[in-house]
């Protein structure tokens, strides 16, 4: 599989589990959502039943429109559907009731039952009156409070198992909220963790490509120092003394640091080292770079007066350094100033080489930092973006600007030292 089918699966896997989530999390609140609603049918149930006796009294009272033989049918039905689902009221949809409500709402109905027997009794004879002073209405009333107790006991039951319910969806929407946040985290992970494997593969592929244009160029500027050196070896032996003059001597060490300074352009670009960070003087780095470089004496080098300790690895910097004077120094024909200026911010210092060249053309600019792009005759086109991937090795950055030519480097103070 390839990288985009890799992250494809994983994106597909993310949404599986989120989808799944939803969907476990939806079914225990749709269940929740309805053994409420068997509560609620209950409750109603229940304020039916105690309503039913006074409901009997004005039936035998005459009082139009009391009924109470169709309570007695409501709680019934009520009763029934509660405990086996279904539809009650013609409007609300019940599941049945779990096993382990069955024994009270069996006990429930069997109250029921007694009460509705003497209170038929009652309705049959034709006499009835709320006279807590008449044992048979004493009788009934007992059964009535018997009645309700049944139903507070089951129903209580259930309120109990539907708080219980609520702390178990509580809990299970935590910890699939907390789980799918893991998961999410651990993706995003395994995703930079491909997508940094595909950059770096990208990149070794872009300097395998780099390489082989550069063969032919570094071939044609490699064949004009040799044959130099060549020559002068020819000259030096049919010469009688075996010797060379001033100027040919200047024209063979010429030649040797023109294909030195190739050379290591090359193997800056495609070697890829770890740093090695300590804490130096930026001032002492830019000497030790200027030391490494052949400056005329019509070159006028102005350093800077103060100095910042940072953590960095020296070598590679001087490297940085030596390669930009190196080009400014050829920019402006080996006859010209360059200053260096150094300014401190609270987390970064910036570093700024100016010189007094004619600038960097237009329309290479913005591209003077990639691999091959250079602005003169002889060169690889790697020196700069050496530079550039040791700056951002260091978390810091780097850019070019004319009028006048100046290179822009910000380093980070408190880089932290790999040993």
């Given at each position: 599989?390839?990288?985009?089918?890799?992250?494809?699966?994983?994106?597909?896997?993310?949404?599986?589990?989120?989808?799944?989530?939803?969907?476990?999390?939806?079914y225990?609140?749709?269940?929740?959502?309805?053994f409420?609603?068997?509560?609620?049918?209950?409750t109603?149930?229940?304020?039916?039943?105690?309503?039913?006796?006074?409901?009997?009294?004005?039936?035998l009272?005459?009082?139009?429109?009391?009924?109470?033989e169709?309570?007695?049918?409501?709680?019934?039905?009520?009763?029934?559907?509660?405990?086996?689902?279904?539809m009650?009221?013609?409007?609300?949809?019940?599941?049945?009731?779990?096993?382990?409500?069955?024994?009270?709402?069996?006990?429930?109905?069997?109250?029921?039952?007694?009460?509705?027997?003497?209170?038929?009794e009652?309705?049959s004879?034709?006499?009835?009156?709320l006279?807590?002073?008449?044992?048979?209405?004493l009788?009934?009333?007992?059964?009535?409070?018997d009645?309700?107790?049944?139903?507070?006991?089951l129903?209580?039951?259930m309120?109990?198992?539907?708080?219980?319910?609520?702390?178990?969806?509580?809990?299970?929407?935590?910890?699939l909220?907390?789980?799918?946040?893991?998961i999410?985290i651990?993706?995003?992970?395994?995703?930079?963790?491909?997508?940094?494997?595909q950059?770096?593969?990208?990149?070794?592929?872009?300097?395998?490509?780099?390489?082989?244009e550069l063969?032919?160029?570094?071939?044609h500027?490699?064949?004009?120092?040799?044959?130099?050196?060549?020559?002068?070896?020819?000259?030096?032996?049919l010469?009688?003394?075996?010797?060379?003059?001033?100027?040919?001597?200047?024209?063979?060490?010429?030649?040797i640091?023109?294909?030195?300074?190739?050379?290591?352009?090359?193997?800056?670009?495609?070697?890829?080292?770890e740093?090695i960070?300590?804490?130096?003087?930026?001032?002492?780095?830019?000497?030790?770079?200027?030391?490494?470089?052949?400056?005329?004496?019509?070159?006028?080098?102005?350093?800077?007066?103060?100095?910042?300790?940072?953590?960095?690895?020296?070598?590679k910097l001087?490297?940085?350094?030596?390669?930009?004077?190196?080009?400014?120094?050829?920019?402006?024909?080996?006859?010209?100033?360059?200053?260096?200026f150094?300014?401190?911010?609270?987390?970064?210092?910036?570093?700024?080489?100016?010189?007094?060249?004619?600038?960097?053309?237009?329309?290479v600019?913005?591209?003077?930092?990639?691999?091959?792009i250079?602005?003169k005759?002889?060169?690889?086109g790697?020196?700069l973006?050496?530079c550039?991937?040791?700056?951002s090795?260091?978390?810091?950055?780097?850019?070019?600007?004319?009028?006048?030519?100046?290179?822009?480097?910000?380093?980070?103070?408190?880089?932290?030292?790999?040993?």
């Open positions: 599989m390839n990288t985009k089918q890799i992250i494809s699966s994983l994106v597909l896997i993310q949404i599986f589990l989120l989808v799944g989530s939803f969907g476990i999390s939806s225990y609140e749709n269940e929740h959502s309805i409420e609603r068997s509560i609620i049918a209950l109603e149930t229940k304020q039916q039943s105690d309503n039913l006796i006074h409901e009997t009294e004005k039936y009272a005459g009082v139009p429109y009391s009924h109470p169709n309570i007695i049918q409501f709680i019934e039905s009520s009763l029934e559907t509660i405990k086996n689902g279904g009650i009221d013609g409007k609300t949809r019940l599941f049945p009731l779990p096993e382990e409500f069955h024994t009270l709402h069996g006990i429930a109905g069997e109250k029921f039952e007694i009460y509705v027997i003497h209170l038929n009652h309705i004879s034709g006499v009835f009156s006279d807590y002073g008449n044992p048979d209405f009788v009934l009333e007992t059964q009535r409070f009645t309700d107790g049944a139903f507070d006991v129903l209580n039951s309120i109990k198992s539907e708080n219980n319910d609520t702390s178990f969806i509580i809990t299970l929407n935590y910890i909220a907390t789980f799918n946040v893991a999410h651990f993706m995003i992970f395994v995703m930079l963790r491909i997508l940094n494997k950059k770096q593969k990208e990149i070794k592929l872009e300097k395998f490509s780099t390489i082989g063969s032919a160029r570094l071939a500027d490699l064949l004009n120092p040799l044959n130099v050196l060549s020559g002068l070896f020819e000259i030096l032996r010469s009688k003394n075996k010797q060379m003059n001033q100027s040919q001597e200047e024209r063979g060490f010429r030649a640091h023109q294909m030195s300074h190739h050379i290591l352009d090359v193997m800056n670009f495609i070697r890829t080292q740093l960070n300590s804490k130096n003087s930026i001032l002492e780095i830019i000497n030790e770079s200027i030391n490494r470089i052949s400056i005329s004496e019509t070159v006028i080098i102005e350093k800077p007066k103060n100095d910042f300790e940072i953590i960095c690895d020296p070598l001087e490297v940085v350094f030596s390669n930009i004077i190196s080009n400014a120094i050829d920019a402006i024909k080996s006859k010209g100033t360059i200053k260096i150094i300014q401190e911010s609270e987390n970064d210092l910036e570093i700024k080489i100016v010189d007094s060249g004619p600038g960097i053309p237009d329309n600019i913005d591209e003077i930092f990639e691999p091959l250079t602005t005759i002889k060169g690889t790697l020196g973006a050496s550039k991937s040791i700056i090795a260091h978390n810091g950055s780097i850019s070019a600007a004319n009028n006048p030519t100046t290179f822009t480097i910000i380093l980070p103070k408190s880089l932290q030292s790999k040993k």
